[in-house]
């Protein structure tokens, strides 16, 4: 059987047409053998097993396939948090960092503070936050009992319980309560854009990737039915695709929302846009 570094090799040739086949070779391989990336430096003469290599091939042949790693190995890190992953959810990606940076920004008392992340999936948002805000009151919803179960399990197992996950479409598991912020990675992709043949997100659910209006639907019915649901002077925070800025701002204006403002991604992309109801 080949050993450690011989496999990577291989594995690198067999993924020499994607975007990163050396880093995908390592973490694939390491989630088989449960190691670190020391390890493999460590002893890369060491030698698979029969049955060790016959599932690396398995799983670099999905690869090799499109699937994404996320899913391959079952976790993805978000805000420094290992969190579980599953094909019933999107994959956390770096940029919506940047709605938790933002929404870390306008919390001025913790303790006082009421969040709510709609549509949360893996819980990556509510988790972040809960995580930076312990004395927070952090809550999400997600319309998938799958995915609720999900964000559940990431809560118990960051040991971030305090969370509370309820199953529902955005606002309706929270009736009776106002919160300080509602933040919100929903559906944005235009149902006929191109890219969704293309990548990862040809393995993602549709549902958590596409809406209608040109992908601005979900977002329209969150903006609209956010002010029954914020405390005077509380933000609404959302994400939404590079071109939907202008919209999302107009839909903000004319929901009552001032101080309105758009933050870019690490791509310099416009990416997050936020309002806050007047006081």
């Known amino acids: 059987m080949p ?14 047409g994607g975007e990163s086949p050396k880093v995908d070779a390592k973490v694939i391989l390491q989630h088989l053998l449960q190691c670190n990336q020391t390890y493999l430096l460590t002893w890369p003469e060491r030698a698979l097993s029969d049955e060790q290599w016959a599932l690396y091939q398995e799983l670099i042949a999905k690869r090799v396939a499109g699937e994404p790693v996320a899913y391959i190995v079952g976790e993805r890190e978000f805000w420094s948090l290992s969190l579980k992953v599953s094909p019933a959810t999107l994959i956390p990606r770096p940029d919506t960092e940047v709605l938790v940076e933002q929404a870390l920004k306008k919390v001025l008392n913790q303790a006082d503070t009421h969040i709510v992340d709609l549509g949360t999936g893996t819980g990556a948002i509510a988790l972040a936050l809960a995580s930076e805000l312990p004395k927070a009151k952090v809550f999400a919803s997600d319309l998938r009992e799958d995915a609720v179960n999900l964000a559940q399990h990431n809560a118990h197992k960051l040991d971030l319980s305090q969370v509370q996950v309820k199953q529902g479409s955005w606002f309706e598991p929270f009736a009776e309560r106002q919160f300080d912020m509602v933040v919100s ?5 235009d149902p006929e854009d191109p890219h969704l043949s293309q990548g990862d997100v040809r393995f993602e659910p549709s549902s958590a990737l596409t809406a209608e209006q040109h992908g601005l639907a979900d977002i329209e019915h969150i903006v609209n039915q956010a002010p029954s649901y914020l405390k005077a002077g509380g933000w609404l925070l959302l994400e939404h695709g590079f071109d939907q800025k202008d919209a999302v701002q107009e839909l903000l204006v004319a929901n009552g929302f001032i101080e309105v403002f758009t933050e870019q991604d690490y791509g310099g992309m416009d990416r997050v846009t936020g309002g806050r109801i007047k006081e």
């Open 3 to 16: 050993s450690i570094v011989e496999a990577l090799n291989w594995a690198k040739q067999q993924l020499a």
């Open 185 to 189: 990675n929903p559906p944005y992709i």
